[in-house]
């Protein structure tokens, strides 16, 4: 969507501070010996005690409320029976709708006791994300988000997922611009406007770079050992920095 009035602008901000305290109430609350349902659970809890529905259920008949992914799975993976470990590398999903307004966001975190190799790959995902954040503004050309992702990953050692995109939302889950590549694509010549909100989602790996699709349909999933971690939040373009939409 484009933002067109204040009220839109304190809509998004709404349902982003909702969907920002779910990933941290989920983050908290993640443990040994529970399992990715029970902490779904805690998610559409949070969403429901402040109003808000959760996205993919609601649009796409998604079978859990948040996306929880484990170790060898990237994205879109579904909350069940498996058991959370000591030391699993987890990305939480959380996307959720309230008022007709959607926001989208994610993070990848390790389950204690943390390792140097995953907690670096955490890290450099995170700074990734904000380094893109904090470069755009009406104005830059598209393919800038995904040439500043493969800089960066490189950097430090790392790889970039190029079959998982950022794309817009604001008044639904997917809008335009879709697939908003994580690579330089030359050939694209979109240029962001002032009102634009979109998210910035990187998926940094320390091998595979790309995911394949499951068996369930669903989940998203590395082809060999290596771990991927997702930083992304939801964000509003301004002819300065862009308003992060889904920050605590």
Same mark, same amino acid.
């Given at each position: 969507?484009?933002?067109? !009035? $204040? #009220?839109?602008? #304190? $809509? =998004?901000?709404?349902?982003?501070?909702?969907? *920002?305290?779910?990933? #941290? /109430?989920?983050k908290k609350s993640a443990r040994p010996g529970m399992t990715?349902? /029970?902490?779904? &659970?805690?998610?559409? @809890?949070? &969403?429901?005690?402040? +109003? *808000?529905? !959760? *996205?993919p259920m609601k649009d796409v008949n998604f079978p859990g409320y948040t996306c929880i992914s484990l170790n060898e799975e990237v *994205?879109?993976?579904?909350? +069940?029976?498996? %058991? &959370? $470990?000591? +030391?699993? =590398?987890?990305?939480?999903? %959380? !996307?959720a709708e309230l008022n007709g307004y959607y926001a989208d966001a994610g993070q990848s975190f390790q389950i204690p006791p943390a390792t140097n190799e995953i907690d670096h790959l955490c890290q450099a995902t995170h700074a990734t994300m904000m380094k893109v954040i904090n470069s755009l503004k009406a104005g830059v050309? =598209?393919?800038?988000?995904?040439?500043?992702? $493969?800089? @960066?990953?490189?950097? !430090? +050692?790392?790889?970039?997922?190029?079959? &998982?995109c950022s794309h817009g939302v604001g008044k639904g889950l997917h809008e335009e611009p879709y697939?908003? =590549?994580?690579?330089? @694509?030359?050939?694209?010549?979109?240029?962001l406007k002032a009102g634009q909100v979109i998210t910035i989602e990187p998926f940094v790996s320390t091998g595979a770079s790309y995911v394949v699709e499951q068996a369930d349909g669903w989940t998203l999933a590395v082809p060999d050992r290596s771990r991927v971690a997702q930083f992304e939040h939801t964000i509003i373009i301004t002819n300065n920095k862009p308003i992060i939409v889904t920050a605590c």
């Open positions: 969507m484009t933002i067109q !009035s $204040q #009220e839109d602008i #304190e $809509q =998004l901000m709404k349902i982003g501070r909702i969907v *920002a305290m779910t990933i #941290e /109430e989920m990715t349902r /029970e902490l779904d &659970l805690i998610g559409q @809890e949070m &969403l429901a005690r402040h +109003g *808000a529905t !959760s *996205a *994205a879109h993976g579904i909350p +069940g029976d498996r %058991v &959370l $470990q000591a +030391g699993d =590398l987890i990305n939480v999903d %959380v !996307s050309k =598209l393919n800038q988000v995904g040439k500043m992702m $493969q800089q @960066e990953a490189r950097r !430090s +050692g790392y790889r970039i997922v190029e079959n &998982l697939e908003i =590549l994580p690579y330089y @694509e030359p050939k694209d010549r979109r240029v």
